[in-house]
Every structure is written in C-alpha cells, then in structure tokens.
C-alpha cells in the first residue's frame, strides 16, 4: 500500500516523536524502577510540573540515554550516509562521554577491548544482552522509516546488534516498527516484524490477546503479564530480585499503554508509567509513537 504525505507533515510527525518521546522520559523519571514486580497505585501520584524536563537535564541528564544515545546513531547517519558500517556507529558510541548502563556499558566495554558487533552485543560477551537497552534507543530506526518497518529492521540488524541479542534485540526491532508504523496504523502491524517462535512474539501477542478479553481493565491484563512473563532470567542484577529490564516484558507495558490508552496522550503515559520497573523508558517509548 502507499502512503503520500506532504513533507511538512512528514516533518511534524518526527518532531512529534521525539518531543513525546523527552515528556515521556521525563514523566517516568521519578518513579523509574521503584516498583519492581507491582504496578503503581491509582492514589499513587507521579509528580509533573512544566518546568520537569528542564528541572532533570539541569539535575539528572542521565536520566535521557533514551534519548542521547540515539542521537549519536543519527549523528553517524548524517556524517556517513545511509550505507555506514556498524562499526562507524560502535566506535561513535563508544567515544561519546555520557553514562551508560546494563547492555550499552558492557557493550561499550566490549568495543574498547577490540570486540566489535555483532558479538559486542552477543549473550556469549554481554550477559544484558536480553536487557532493554536497543528497545530505548531504536526509536531513530522507525523516525527514519516512515511505513517502512522491513527498513527500519534493517537499520536495527546493523545497530541493535551492538548491545544486544535474541529477545533483547527483538525489543528494538519492534519499537523501531511500532514508529514506522505509527505514520500509518500501529501495534499489531509491528509485530509481523518478529519471528513468530521467539518467546518475545508469544509475549505481545498475548498482551493483545488480553487486550481483547479485558478491553477496560489494563490492571487484569498487567497481572496476566506478571503470571506469566516477568522471570528474569538474562540480567544479573535482576535473577535474584523482583528487578527486571528485560526487553519483552518493558515492551509489553509499552503496547499495553498504547492499547489502553486509546490514542488519550496522558492516559498512554500514566499507564505505561504506573506498570512499574523501567518507568520512564517505556512511557518515553509509548509516549513517543504516540506522539508520532
């Protein structure tokens, strides 16, 4: 099918993504992983004032890998053009100054010792490589394929392999379609982009099973998630804990926020905010497709 639209409204669509994507970030940042293994309550509030996103990249800049990090990937685009080898963007984003965690920081190690992608990402090298890390950061792949996920995939197979593998990878290759497709239609759409026998696939098309079955109760449908999909079994600070950054389940809060949102900006935010664990990634995600 083909899809025409002007370039101002192709350009105010990505300017969309990425402002939602920063007032996503932001709103979830007080309450990122405090409640791990719960959702946030109702009588729960999440501080939100107009000065937040100010107030954090002036405090806690950190708090904005979902977004920086990005940045460095399109930063090599611009610089090289669309045919840059995965190494140009391992070695951009291994020099850059900015903190990383889990999957990008053993990632990065792992490039200033000499190993470059795909095995700087591979669960052999990297033992976050199921971590949420690509899922974060793979918005640019969708931003920079309006309708096109099968080429958003493919800059996310040059890419995503730098901090990532098999589900953790997975998590990217689907947000990075969930923005290309936000141009035209959305969630289930995207999934199409994942291989049907891989756990993270069984994971969201059971949330949009539940979806279905309990169409005004996302509270039932996060306990369906917890039965079900929260083992943490990749992240070694999270086997032990009710801690988990793993990218299926982080991915599930982001279409259970898009689903129950209903297209609602706040109600989106909220919900994939208040499922807990990686707060502020997976509003920023949904808030960002939204935006979209």
């Known amino acids: 099918d083909e899809v025409s639209m002007t370039k101002k409204q192709l350009a105010d669509k990505v300017k969309g993504g990425w402002a939602a994507k920063t007032i996503g970030c932001t709103y979830g940042g007080p309450v990122e992983f405090l409640h791990n293994g719960t959702m946030i309550q109702d009588y729960t509030p999440i501080k939100w004032s107009k000065d937040r996103v100010k107030y954090y990249y002036d405090t806690f800049p950190g708090l904005y890998d979902d977004i920086y990090v990005d940045i460095v990937f399109v930063n090599v685009f611009d610089r090289l053009g669309l045919e840059a080898p995965a190494d140009s963007f391992a070695v951009s984003f291994a020099d850059a100054g900015f903190p990383l965690w889990h999957a990008n920081q053993v990632a990065k190690y792992n490039i200033k010792q000499g190993i470059m992608p795909p095995m700087s990402g591979h669960w052999l090298n990297n033992p976050h490589a199921d971590d949420i890390d690509y899922q974060i950061e793979a918005d640019f792949a969708g931003l ?13 197979d040059k890419i995503g392999h730098i901090f990532t593998y098999g589900d953790g990878w997975y998590g990217g290759v689907y947000v990075g379609a969930l923005y290309s497709m936000a141009f035209v239609s959305v969630v289930e759409e995207a999934l199409n982009t994942i291989p049907e026998q891989s756990d993270f696939y069984a994971c969201i098309k059971d949330v949009i099973g539940w979806y279905r079955q309990y169409p005004d109760d996302w509270k039932q449908t996060w306990f369906e998630c917890q039965k079900k999909w929260t083992s943490e079994v990749g992240c070694p600070d999270g086997v032990f804990v009710p801690f988990n950054i793993d990218a ?40 960002g497709i939204l935006g979209t």
């Open 144 to 156: 920079m394929s309006p309708g096109m996920p099968n080429t958003a995939s493919e800059i996310s």
């Open 248 to 287: 299926k389940i982080n991915s599930a809060y982001v279409a259970i926020g898009l689903l129950y949102g209903k297209k609602d900006f706040y109600q989106t935010i909220d919900i994939s905010a208040r499922y807990g664990q990686d707060s502020d990634c997976n509003a920023a995600t949904a808030a």
